[in-house]
């Protein structure tokens, strides 16, 4: 059972504990043995075997075999079977080993000096604008013999493939599932399940649909001890410290399924916020015949933030978990840039950092475009706009329902609560424009968006891995079928600025036991967005007619 894993653990230390007392116990028997056995070695080989009187003699005998056999002498290595040096793993290679260093780096280690540390993607020293020796960096020679200065670093900063093809996750959001329900105790069983199924087939993935590095766009674990105002109702009548205790644990279950992604495919995580409280006085708006009521919304950064908006408190408690907030890596002559952009959304906690972050974000554009990258792709948790790059909060009115539980009946979440607000956004949008950002990638919606920019930068959100929220206009933002998956990029590294993308639904032999309350949401949500198509079809011809 995941959610008692560190049961298991504390029983395995235990384990491993004893077997080491035993092993030394063992040699330490075995070598007085043998320097009793150099003392008087006339002794024993006279020694019968069938003699009672000398029990420890044959009982020693008998483990140490062919040494204690008369007439063979035990000062003498003839006899003894020597293991193969070759065969011999001395310490030292097993920590430079490609499987030990990813699998000690696959969390807070992989994301660090501002960049990726993983054998299967060597950076360059400036990858992430640190001037750091890598750790990880294959060398060649031009030819044997040369001289050091010949030999070539080989780094993902140069193009070696044709194509290439990494997996966009978001919203794994362990608890959220839960939220709304009665429950006698907390469980994520389903968002297990669904990580589960989403990393067996990321590891099916072989020869040239094989990832170079899988990223989950935040929103990692649900729950966190500022949930004490949460829509979600169960979370309000939990104290502190047991919000605390469910937090540490959707944390460790998190890291159990996804350390099961084949170490030789990096995993990355963006900084996410989740941090939801009603307003302390609701306002009620008519929308056709349906009753919305207004929330306001928090966003703090972070694993699940204390507070109502990054701080850098909140910033270090995520980097303790998962590394490095904000990165940059190469992948076969693509330049990756990892944001945590909740800094955009809220940045008064945090002005230092967010001003250092947007400084080094300025410096990260030009170095990828001197470095002559063939896309630049930006990755962090909120999507920058959901339609336009100019869309102002008060002009979106669109809204997506709530779940059962969060809040009164009629409860929907603004959409605009999900993007970057446009006096944060401009700032960015000015940079990915000049500097020719390919795409910006994010999750945070729970639901599907394709669109573009004015002068044609992608911006791409990616849906959940848990919970699916449907727009009251999402047949306007993509046409990708709602529910639980992952998003396939490949990348044409020899064209400048080409890719495509496919949502990839997990698959449906694999069942995710949502209880009886989901799939009736799930229903409603197909029906809702199989209407939002029909109205859109309508209106089309009547404008042609």
């Known amino acids: 059972d995941v959610?008692?894993?560190?049961?298991?653990?504390?029983?395995?230390?235990?384990?491993?504990?004893?077997?080491?007392?035993?092993?030394?116990?063992?040699?330490?028997?075995?070598?007085?043995?043998?320097?009793?056995?150099?003392?008087?070695?006339?002794?024993?080989?006279?020694?019968?075997l069938n003699t009672s009187s000398d029990l420890e003699s044959s009982i020693f005998k008998r483990r140490i075999g062919a040494l204690a056999t008369p007439g063979i002498d035990p000062a003498s290595k003839e006899h003894v079977r020597l293991p193969k040096t070759s065969r011999i793993m001395r310490l030292s290679d097993v920590v430079i080993s490609k499987k030990f260093q990813s699998r000690i780096n696959r969390f807070h280690a992989a994301q660090r000096r501002r960049t990726i540390n993983h054998p299967s993607l060597p950076q360059p020293p400036m990858a992430g604008?640190?001037?750091?020796?890598?750790?990880?960096?294959?060398?060649?020679?031009?030819?044997?013999?040369?001289?050091?200065?010949?030999?070539?670093?080989?780094?993902?900063?140069?193009?070696?493939?044709?194509?290439?093809?990494?997996?966009?996750?978001?919203?794994?959001?362990?608890?959220?599932?839960?939220?709304?329900?009665?429950?006698?105790?907390?469980?994520?069983?389903?968002?297990?399940k669904i990580s589960r199924a989403c990393v067996e087939q990321i590891n099916a993935m072989k020869g040239e649909n094989r990832p170079k590095f899988v990223i989950v766009c935040g929103d990692l674990v649900d729950t966190h001890a500022s949930f004490s105002k949460s829509l979600a109702t169960w979370k309000n009548v939990m104290e502190s410290?047991?919000?605390?205790?469910?937090?540490?644990?959707?944390?460790?279950?998190?890291?159990?399924?996804?350390?099961?992604?084949?170490?030789?495919?990096?995993?990355?995580?963006?900084?996410e916020i989740m941090m939801l409280e009603t307003a302390p006085h609701l306002k009620v708006s008519i929308i056709g015949n349906q009753s919305l009521a207004m929330t306001t919304w928090r966003g703090g950064c972070g694993n699940h933030d204390v507070g109502n908006r990054p701080t850098p408190q909140s910033i270090d408690h995520w980097k303790s978990k998962f590394g490095d907030d904000y990165l940059a890596w190469w992948v076969n002559g693509t330049y990756c840039i990892g944001l945590n952009n909740n800094l955009f959304a809220d940045p008064t906690g945090a002005k230092q950092m967010y001003k250092d972050q947007l400084k080094w974000l300025e410096e990260r554009l030009i170095y990828g475009n001197e470095e002559g990258a063939s896309h630049?792709?930006?990755?962090?948790?909120?999507?920058?706009f959901l339609q336009k790059e100019t869309e102002k909060d008060k002009h979106?009115?669109?809204?997506?329902?709530?779940?059962?539980?969060?809040?009164?009946?009629?409860?929907?979440?603004?959409?605009?609560?999900?993007?970057?607000?446009?006096?944060?956004?401009?700032?960015?949008?000015?940079?990915?424009?000049?500097?020719?950002?390919?795409?910006?990638?994010?999750?945070?919606?729970?639901q599907n968006v394709v669109t573009k920019s004015s002068w044609g930068m992608d911006m791409i959100v990616t849906g959940p891995l848990s919970m699916t929220f449907s727009s009251s206009v999402q047949?306007?933002?993509?046409?990708?079928?709602?529910?639980?998956?992952?998003?396939?990029?490949d990348v044409f590294a020899d064209e400048k600025g080409k890719f495509t993308h496919e949502w990839k639904l997990l698959d449906e032999d694999k069942p995710f036991m949502f209880g009886e309350s989901m799939m009736q949401r799930a229903s409603m949500i197909k029906a809702a967005s199989m209407m939002q198509r029909i109205k859109k079809s309508l209106c089309l011809a009547l404008t042609k007619k």
């Open 3 to 48: 959610v008692s894993t560190w049961q298991r653990d504390v029983y395995l230390r235990k384990l491993r504990r004893d077997i080491c007392r035993v092993a030394t116990e063992a040699r330490l028997e075995q070598d007085n043995a043998i320097g009793s056995l150099k003392d008087d070695e006339d002794t024993w080989e006279n020694t019968s």
């Open 129 to 192: 604008g640190e001037n750091n020796v890598p750790l990880f960096q294959k060398s060649s020679s031009l030819k044997e013999g040369a001289a050091d200065k010949n030999v070539v670093l080989c780094t993902e900063i140069k193009r070696t493939l044709a194509k290439h093809r990494f997996v966009i996750t978001a919203d794994t959001q362990y608890g959220i599932m839960m939220d709304g329900y009665a429950m006698n105790e907390p469980n994520w069983d389903n968002e297990i």
């Open 241 to 271: 410290w047991e919000r605390d205790v469910i937090f540490d644990q959707q944390v460790k279950d998190f890291k159990l399924v996804w350390s099961k992604i084949d170490s030789d495919i990096p995993l990355i995580f963006c900084a």
């Open 376 to 384: 630049i792709f930006i990755f962090g948790h909120y999507p920058w």
């Open 396 to 446: 979106v009115k669109s809204s997506s329902a709530a779940p059962v539980g969060w809040g009164p009946p009629g409860t929907a979440i603004p959409d605009s609560y999900f993007t970057v607000p446009l006096e944060y956004r401009v700032v960015a949008m000015k940079l990915f424009k000049k500097y020719n950002v390919t795409a910006c990638f994010s999750g945070h919606f729970h």
């Open 475 to 489: 047949s306007d933002l993509s046409d990708e079928e709602l529910g639980v998956g992952m998003r396939i990029v």
